[in-house]
């Protein structure tokens, strides 16, 4: 292994330009359990696009399978590559949106050219903000009231999708969700002496909640599993003609234009993840001094627009594009790396750990076929995760009566209006309730009682 970090200090990588790459087992250890859930969630909650891919942009399996085979490692690059602390994803509240806007589209290369159009749209974006440091600033102009109510958006509109998807599989997802809501949140549990299976079924709750998930699914008839031997072959020539620029070219600018306000949503709801990975960071921050995470929004952005330009040229565009962050497994690490030192030695052992086994395995024909009937409880415990999260960190955020009550009203229109009226909505209430000195009147009393 490489040079280890000094207590309180960033840990070592190689410089490249504003970014740092970090490589698995020589910059930071492997975290065993990270690497083992990490190999089957991944493949299994990447899987669960496989049949959205397929509907809108009309393509077989085995070229959705090779899509996602490549998102992996444009995935897996945002840590090792780029040296971001964040567990990256997709931009997963974007997706009922995404599939809005494609729904207007004929099913086919004019459905993958509109795909296209918000790939480039919101690359834009990322580089514009990355180039300016607006991004930064931004963040920074945005009342903590304000990022409250769009992150409990995020939360309500997560809850929500689960409503229709636990009907079709009742016993199945209710499990699931019992299993890791316990085994990582719950506070009884958490009192139980420490034990060496009570650390083992905690450090390995995803892929517990999977396994039970699997069994009572099986005995309810809700799953069934076909194995199948050999490998996979991916269809790289099928895919570009298929579902990139090669094949079905750029999009018209008619396409692009009907794309930007969609796209300038997308953006929004990017930021909003970026605020719940500095509100886990700091936070983790707390209880490991030991380790300094180097945040800067200004790398991620230009990381953001490589990743997704990335993937639309060598692998196809990808519903519903990268994003930062996977909330639910950032949480899961985060949760892991705030117990020690001895338990995950660097934020970046479980980042990079985490999709480390995923890419060999996603080549092998058994493991498709036991993770194909598994597809729904990895998208649904992604989401339920994603806005339990979201959740507890907004509520952390308002202290008082009219700004919880601001944030519940702002993620309501968010989650059910959408984004742009959440943000509309939002900043005339925020000067009409709270005022522009950033404070409520139970927070400027609160000043007044510290000041005398």
């Not at 180039?131 to 963040?139: C, H, P």
């Not at 070219?249 to 930021?271: C, D, N, Q, R, T």
């Not at 040229?313 to 790396?337: A, D, K, N, S």
Request: with cysteine.
């Amino acid at each position: 292994m490489g040079k280890k970090r000094t207590y309180g200090g960033i840990q070592p990588g190689i410089k490249w330009g504003p970014f740092t790459l970090r490589l698995p087992g020589v910059h930071a250890p492997i975290s065993w359990p990270e690497a083992i859930q990490g190999a089957f969630l991944s493949l299994a909650t990447g899987g669960a696009l496989a049949p959205l891919m397929m509907n809108f942009f009309d393509i077989s399996f085995e070229v959705a399978w090779s899509i996602l085979t490549i998102q992996l490692f444009w995935v897996w690059s945002q840590t090792i590559l780029f040296g971001d602390a964040y567990a990256a994803g997709w931009i997963t509240p974007a997706l009922p949106l995404v599939l809005v806007f494609l729904g207007g589209f004929t099913p086919g290369p004019e459905a993958v050219q509109a795909m296209i159009a918000i790939t480039l749209v919101v690359s834009f974006l990322f580089i514009f903000f990355a180039i300016t440091g607006l991004g930064e600033k931004f963040n920074q102009l945005v009342p903590n009231a304000l990022k409250a109510g769009i992150i409990l958006g995020a939360a309500i509109a997560a809850f929500m999708s689960e409503i229709d998807r636990v009907q079709t599989l009742p016993f199945t997802l209710i499990t699931s969700w019992v299993v890791v809501l316990v085994l990582m949140f719950s506070i009884p549990f958490g009192k139980l002496p420490n034990t060496k299976a009570k650390l083992l079924v905690m450090s390995n709750a995803m892929l517990v909640s999977f396994i039970a998930a699997g069994i009572v699914g099986t005995l309810t008839g809700e799953l069934s599993f076909k194995i199948e031997w050999g490998f996979f072959i991916p269809q790289f020539g099928e895919l570009l003609a298929t579902v990139s620029p090669w094949g079905v070219g750029m999009p018209s600018w008619s396409i692009i234009l009907a794309a930007i306000p969609i796209s300038i949503m997308v953006y929004v709801l990017v930021f909003g993840d970026l605020l719940v990975a500095d509100t886990l960071l700091k936070e983790a921050s707390k209880v490991r001094p030991d380790e300094k995470v180097d945040v800067n929004h200004t790398r991620t952005h230009w990381a953001l627009a490589i990743r997704n330009l990335g993937q639309m040229f060598t692998g196809g565009v990808l519903i519903p594009l990268h994003g930062p962050m996977w909330t639910g497994i950032q949480v899961f690490i985060m949760e892991r790396y705030k117990t020690g030192r001895k338990a995950m030695d660097s934020i970046f052992s479980g980042t990079m750990s985490w999709y480390l086994f995923a890419l060999p395995l996603g080549f092998l024909m058994p493991i498709i076929g036991i993770i194909v009937p598994l597809l729904p409880v990895a998208l649904s415990l992604t989401l339920l995760l994603t806005g339990f999260a979201c959740a507890y960190v907004a509520m952390s955020m308002v202290n008082d009566n009219t700004t919880r009550g601001y944030a519940l009203a702002i993620g309501m229109l968010t989650a059910f209006v959408g984004p742009a009226w959440g943000i509309g909505a939002g900043l005339v209430l925020y000067f009409l309730l709270i005022g522009k000195n950033n404070q409520t009147p139970a927070q400027a009393q609160s000043e007044e009682n510290k000041a005398s």
